[in-house]
């Protein structure tokens, strides 16, 4: 006979209870994050201006799986079906590159708000959180590989026009959906070989950035975060943009740091990060990805990064401090899957990071037990957590793990197979 998910729940309960876990505390916590989750998984980071091309900048996709959202309308659907299928609320992040226009297109430097109603009346009616990105990519200006730090001052001049529409959108975007939204600034600047001055480049995009900053919003409508960068393709030997440039600037500027999981060193712990800059950043962004050999954006999966990651901001108490952006784009398995995978993968190592018997560890930690420490430890990894979460999902109306892709075959067979 098998047994209802709440009786399972309730033995696994009993479980944790024992260890001093309250689960039901947990499940609550949970319940209030919000991802945002990346429209460009959806259509392999082409956007709308020239969609038959893939993106540049030092960022690829690769795969061919068919049925990738060619418009609005289709993107939308998409993520609509992605978001009926994770419990909790949560956000879309957009690009630039996702404007629509009714007449003639508006290049980067020319975007407005009205580009994005189609988004905003969207997010209204569905309650969603909308974030935003400049895309300083995949456009002709920036095809020498340089943006906010291009040497010629007309090249700068049109990005820092883009980049501070991109704020202002934003700051409509959070107003109009009531929740600020988080503007985020990726440049793919850098060079393939050894420069000759490294300042130069860096001093210009830090001119850049202070004309670009130099007017603030209001937090509840908009925050800022840059995002660093170690190495993109084509830009292996220099990056404007990099971590120790971003911190400084953000610390000064008061803006948020964004930390990408693909954007450091392969043994650097990003996890190892969050009590390191928590004492210096009221708020911190991250970008939740899974580099593979290199900064590959592969689908976030359950694996120790983001279980350490997500152990690290649940011990700090720092869940409300911290917003946490998927990012990455698989064209090789169907979009919708990759989003909800995803996100359920984020969703159970916070859930297992709640669920961790904090006041045991410590008090082990404290009394200087540390085979007891690392036993319970151990422990902790074959406890029922699963059970937990299939309670969770029967609780908010969604399918758990092993059904969920029945939901998703379905929508492929009736919706994204059709798509050319
Ligand atoms: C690129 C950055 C950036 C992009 C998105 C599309 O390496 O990670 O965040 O992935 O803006
Ligand atoms: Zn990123």
């Given at each position: 006979?098998?047994?209802?998910?709440?009786?399972?729940?309730?033995?696994?309960?009993?479980?944790?209870?024992?260890?001093?876990?309250?689960?039901?505390?947990?499940?609550?916590?949970?319940?209030?994050?919000?991802l945002s989750l990346p429209c460009w998984q959806g259509d392999d980071v082409r956007g709308f201006e020239s969609p038959d091309r893939g993106p540049d900048g030092g960022i690829a996709v690769t795969g061919s799986y068919p049925g990738r959202a060619r418009n609005g309308p289709e993107l939308r659907a998409d993520l609509e079906k992605a978001l009926s299928l994770l419990p909790g609320r949560h956000r879309v992040n957009l690009h630039?590159?996702?404007?629509?226009?009714?007449?003639?297109?508006?290049?980067?430097?020319?975007?407005?708000?009205e580009h994005f109603s189609g988004w905003m009346d969207w997010a209204r009616s569905h309650s969603l959180g909308l974030d935003f990105n400049a895309t300083c990519f995949s456009h002709p200006k920036a095809d020498e590989g340089w943006t906010l730090s291009h040497a010629d001052p007309a090249i700068r001049a049109f990005w820092i026009e883009h980049v501070r529409r991109c704020r202002q959108i934003s700051r409509i975007l959070g107003r109009e959906t009531g929740s600020s939204c988080i503007h985020n600034l990726w440049i793919p600047d850098g060079s393939r070989d050894q420069l000759a001055d490294r300042f130069r480049p860096r001093e210009r995009l830090i001119s850049s950035l202070d004309a670009i900053y130099e007017k603030s919003f209001p937090p509840d409508e908009m925050k800022d975060s840059v995002e660093s960068k170690l190495f993109g393709i084509g830009s292996e030997a220099f990056v404007a943009g990099s971590y120790d440039l971003y911190l400084a600037y953000a610390l000064k500027r008061n803006l948020m740091i964004c930390l990408d999981m693909g954007h450091f060193h392969p043994t650097?712990?990003?996890?190892?990060?969050?009590s390191a800059l928590l004492p210096f950043f009221p708020e911190i962004l991250f970008h939740l990805s899974r580099?593979?050999?290199?900064?590959?954006?592969?689908?976030?999966?359950?694996?120790?990064?983001?279980?350490?990651?997500?152990?690290?901001?649940?011990?700090?108490?720092?869940?409300?401090?911290?917003?946490?952006?998927?990012?990455?784009?698989d064209a090789t398995i169907h979009r919708v899957a990759a989003w909800v995978i995803g996100a359920r993968a984020v969703m159970?190592?916070?859930?297992?990071?709640?669920?961790?018997?904090?006041?045991?560890?410590?008090?082990l930690e404290e009394s200087g037990d540390l085979t007891g420490r690392l036993a319970l430890m151990e422990t902790v990894k074959a406890l029922p957590w699963g059970a937990v979460?299939?309670?969770?999902?029967?609780?908010h109306e969604v399918p758990?793990?092993?059904?969920?892709?029945?939901?998703?075959?379905?929508?492929?067979?009736k919706v994204t197979s059709r798509r050319q």
């Open positions: 006979m098998t047994k209802n998910p709440e009786s399972v729940f309730m033995a696994s309960r009993e479980t944790y209870e024992r260890l001093g876990v309250d689960v039901v505390k947990a499940l609550s916590r949970l319940e209030s994050v919000s630039a590159m996702y404007a629509e226009f009714t007449g003639r297109p508006a290049d980067r430097d020319r975007l407005r708000p650097e712990s990003v996890a190892d990060k969050v580099g593979l050999r290199w900064d590959s954006d592969h689908v976030v999966i359950l694996d120790d990064a983001l279980l350490e990651l997500c152990r690290e901001i649940v011990r700090a108490g720092a869940l409300e401090r911290i917003h946490l952006a998927l990012d990455y784009f159970k190592a916070l859930l297992r990071a709640l669920l961790e018997p904090r006041d045991r560890l410590m008090e979460w299939n309670y969770h999902c029967e609780k758990p793990d092993e059904t969920m892709m029945n939901e998703i075959r379905v929508y492929e067979q």
